[in-house]
């Protein structure tokens, strides 16, 4: 009897408009871009909050400080004391961070709370294990030579092989946008490695078919800063590769010959630098696009910043500018970002000339000292970033996977420290925040450099001098989206949910999906939403609740299979513990390919919407390959584990959410396809990538459909200690040619 039941398809033509721009970057610059325009109103904003500051800090063999109080914190601005308002050890990633930073934001938080416990051994392994950050790689592609493109995909493809932890969120995105539809968050490896596979070199290679290299800081030394020196060189060069004057053979410096060479070096020295300016910004346009997009999600996050280095040139208008708001948008939005440069340090300053670039010997150095000056320039930018984010900079590419590693460890705890303003300079962020320990000269301290610029929070009082009135806290842009989002149409309120970067959670929503091979390839679409969510009435049979769903299964080559359904919920008198949850199903034929699908849910009576999406794998099944469908869960309460051939008895609901008690028992099921004989199971339970559970291995029963075998099993939970894990299922043929594995991940309460 299969685990799964079919339930009823039913497809409609949609505009899928809102799944078209998925891209990060693309869709944060548009939100800056409105809150840009916003920034035209007058604004004052008057705030008793507390001001959150989140601190790290190191003992000398660089591990984290634990155990400090928060009297032994001394905060100083322009060298006034600020009292401790507030005071929490915080574990980047666990379950609790959001709350914890949510509680310094409370008015009522006016103490400091007592310093926080070292957790056992025991108990830490377990948190950290069950840890779930959120990493973005930013790939700056458009600074990144072809060598330099080939150690970031080796050194990301190790990380998602051999560091990722199964609970983490990660996405890969890229300043040039070339990932596109697959730059999201994920815990799904083959979306990162599918994302990897496209970074390619998208830099803009000059349209000049000449010998005389100019680089970006050349064309920005002379431009921006008069270097006569390196001006006379690259004149010198130029005239010999263009043959100008009658001294062409080595290079005529008389008058006649400039009237030649200069317009032509000129032209090229503003083309090279107004290109690599809009290179530069839109980098930074893209890396701040993703920490305005990243402010939605709770808790810390860590971004790594992946370039050879850029320019930035202070006495052009707009670049610093773009840098400070970079730096400054990180803080607002809770990033960390560690940069890492990619270039080699080699400068290749032998007595050899390179023929392909310049053939033009420099007996002055000239070359070799703007050789010297870009590499420091270059970097300087990453530095600036990483210093002011409370990140670090990272500048040998030999160390990258070092460099990852020692970063994760180094943000996966920290001091979250709130205190209050009580001047106009320290309201408007006109002050840098200096952190110290007292009597404990050992130990560093890291936080964000940048100067501190208050954010909006609910207990602002909003004054706008233009229209001479006192508005009600929250943002008036944000309240006035609000109204419109409400009296959109249902539909148009669905496809909104349907669109979001990130789920919506104003009705809670699960998804749980998995692959199955028929005629054509299946996904079997499990649905589920909380009973004591929906708006129902109390007394028995009273009110019923009607649910608008729709979904879709997309992927990066436009194809979209859609579906729409809707879902009445009865009131029903159930036993506590009972019923408690409303799940549904749907079924969907696709073709072989990486999909990510989602669903947005309606509640018609409150017009509250939720949404859930979970990417998925669907193997191409027309080989006739030896294979496994996906793994689907079920839960049998208040048993032990029984046998395979016993558990394969008796079918089983799907369990949507993943979330099991210890005292039931696991249920998986899976099919075997194109077994062509005797089948082996090798199961195992895994936390943090280690086992901590392996069941023996099974033989596959033999059925009269040997392309189509299936298999369940069930696992007792009481075993193992409450937290996240990983059941792995591999099947062997018995002439042990022939192997597939599939995973998922569940927890126990």
Same mark, same amino acid.
């Given at each position: 009897m299969p685990l799964i039941k079919p339930s009823f398809r039913r497809t409609f033509s949609l505009t899928f408009l809102a799944l078209v721009a998925f891209s990060l970057p693309a869709d944060a610059q548009q939100e800056g871009r409105?809150? *840009? *325009?916003?920034?035209?109103?007058?604004?004052?904003?008057?705030?008793? &909050?507390?001001?959150?500051?989140?601190?790290?800090?190191?003992?000398?063999?660089?591990r984290f400080a634990d155990g400090l109080r928060p009297e032994q914190f001394e905060l100083t601005l322009a060298g006034t004391k600020q009292a401790v308002s507030f005071f929490e050890r915080v574990r980047a990633g666990s379950a609790s961070e959001a709350a914890q930073l949510a509680a310094t934001r409370k008015p009522s938080a006016t103490a400091p709370a007592p310093a926080a416990k070292a957790d056992a051994p025991e108990a830490s392994e377990s948190l950290a294990s069950?840890?779930?950050?959120?990493?973005?790689?930013?790939?700056?592609?458009?600074?990144?030579?072809?060598?330099?493109?080939?150690?970031?995909?080796?050194?990301?493809?190790?990380?998602?092989?051999?560091?990722?932890? @199964?609970?983490?969120?990660?996405?890969?995105?890229?300043?040039?946008?070339?990932?596109?539809?697959?730059?999201?968050?994920?815990?799904? @490896?083959?979306?990162?490695?599918?994302?990897?596979?496209?970074?390619?070199? =998208?830099?803009?290679?000059?349209?000049?078919g000449g010998k005389t290299r100019i680089s970006e800081y050349m064309a920005s030394q002379i431009q921006d800063y008069r270097n006569l020196e390196l001006?006379?060189?690259?004149? &010198?060069?130029?005239?010999?590769?263009?043959?100008?004057?009658?001294?062409?053979?080595?290079?005529?410096?008389?008058?006649a010959s +400039?009237?030649?060479?200069?317009?032509?070096?000129?032209?090229?020295?503003?083309?090279?630098?107004?290109?690599?300016?809009?290179?530069?910004?839109?980098?930074?346009?893209?890396?701040r696009g993703l920490m305005l997009s990243s402010a939605q999600l709770p808790g810390r996050k860590l971004v790594f910043f992946i370039s050879d280095g850029f320019i930035v040139n202070e006495r052009k208008v707009g670049a610093l500018e773009a840098l400070r708001s970079v730096t400054q948008t990180a803080e607002r939005s809770g990033v960390v970002v560690y940069t890492m440069s990619l270039r080699e340090s080699s400068l290749g300053l032998g007595s050899s000339v390179d023929a392909s670039t310049n053939d033009y010997v420099d007996p002055y150095s000239r070359k070799a000292g703007a050789t010297f000056g870009e590499l420091a320039a270059a970097q300087e930018p990453l530095r600036t970033i990483a210093d002011e984010t409370g990140g670090r900079a990272i500048l040998n590419p030999d160390s990258l996977d070092e460099g990852i590693r020692e970063a994760i460890r180094e943000t996966s705890d920290y001091y979250v420290l709130a205190w209050r303003p009580a001047t106009t300079e320290q309201r408007e962020g006109r002050l840098r925040l200096k952190v110290s320990i007292k009597?404990?000269?050992?130990?560093?301290?890291?936080?964000?450099?940048?100067?501190?610029? @208050?954010?909006?929070?609910?207990?602002?009082?909003v004054v706008s001098k233009a229209a001479g009135n006192s508005k009600e806290s929250g943002n008036a842009k944000e309240t006035a989206a609000a109204k419109a989002q409400q009296q959109a149409s249902p539909d148009a309120q669905l496809l909104t949910a349907l669109g979001a970067l990130y789920p919506r959670r104003a009705l809670p929503v699960s998804l749980s999906v998995g692959y199955m091979q028929a005629a054509e390839p299946i996904l079997r679409l499990s649905m589920q939403t909380e009973r004591e969510a929906l708006d129902l009435d109390p007394q028995p049979g009273a009110k019923q609740a009607f649910l608008d769903v729709i979904g879709a *299964?997309?992927?990066?080559?436009?194809?979209?299979?859609?579906?729409?359904?809707?879902?009445?919920?009865?009131?029903? +008198?159930?036993?506590?513990? &009972?019923?408690?949850?409303v799940v549904w199903n749907q079924q969907l034929n696709v073709k072989p390919g990486l999909y990510q699908v989602r669903v947005a849910v309606r509640e018609r009576a409150s017009g509250r919407t939720g949404g859930a999406q979970q990417w998925i794998e669907v193997p191409d099944a027309s080989q006739a390959v030896f294979n496994l469908s996906s793994i689907f869960l079920g839960e049998r309460r208040g048993g032990q584990g029984a046998h395979a051939e016993q558990a394969g008895q008796k079918s089983?609901?799907?369990?949507?959410?993943? =979330?099991?008690?210890?005292?039931?028992?696991?249920?998986?099921?899976?099919?075997?396809?194109?077994?062509?004989?005797?089948?082996?199971?090798h199961a195992q339970v895994l936390r943090n990538r280690r086992p901590v559970m392996t069941l023996a291995p099974a033989r596959v029963p033999l059925t009269a459909d040997p392309a189509r075998l299936p298999y369940w099993a069930e696992i007792a939970l009481d075993k193992l200690p409450a937290g996240q894990y990983t059941l792995q299922v591999s099947a062997t043929n018995e002439a042990g040619k022939a192997t597939a594995a599939q995973r998922i991940n569940f927890s126990v309460e």
């Open positions: 409105a809150q *840009a *325009a916003g920034q035209a109103d007058d604004i004052v904003r008057v705030t008793t &909050e507390l001001v959150q500051t989140e601190i790290m800090v190191f003992d000398k063999h660089g069950d840890r779930g950050r959120v990493i973005f790689f930013f790939v700056d592609d458009v600074h990144l030579s072809g060598a330099s493109v080939a150690r970031a995909r080796a050194a990301l493809t190790r990380f998602v092989e051999r560091e990722m932890n @199964p609970n983490d969120r990660v996405a890969i995105v890229s300043a040039s946008g070339q990932i596109g539809f697959l730059q999201q968050l994920t815990d799904n @490896p083959a979306v990162l490695r599918a994302a990897i596979a496209r970074i390619s070199d =998208k830099r803009t290679p000059e349209a000049y001006y006379t060189y690259l004149m &010198e060069a130029v005239k010999v590769e263009m043959q100008a004057g009658p001294g062409n053979r080595h290079g005529d410096h008389e008058l +400039s009237y030649s060479a200069g317009p032509h070096l000129r032209n090229r020295l503003y083309q090279i630098e107004t290109q690599a300016r809009m290179a530069t910004m839109g980098t930074l346009d893209a890396l009597d404990r000269p050992d130990l560093r301290v890291r936080l964000r450099n940048s100067i501190y610029e @208050p954010a909006a929070t609910a207990g602002a009082q *299964a997309v992927d990066d080559r436009g194809i979209v299979v859609t579906f729409k359904q809707v879902v009445t919920v009865a009131h029903e +008198s159930t036993p506590p513990g &009972e019923g408690s949850v089983v609901t799907v369990d949507v959410d993943h =979330k099991f008690a210890r005292t039931s028992a696991l249920r998986f099921q899976t099919y075997v396809y194109n077994a062509g004989g005797p089948v082996w199971i």
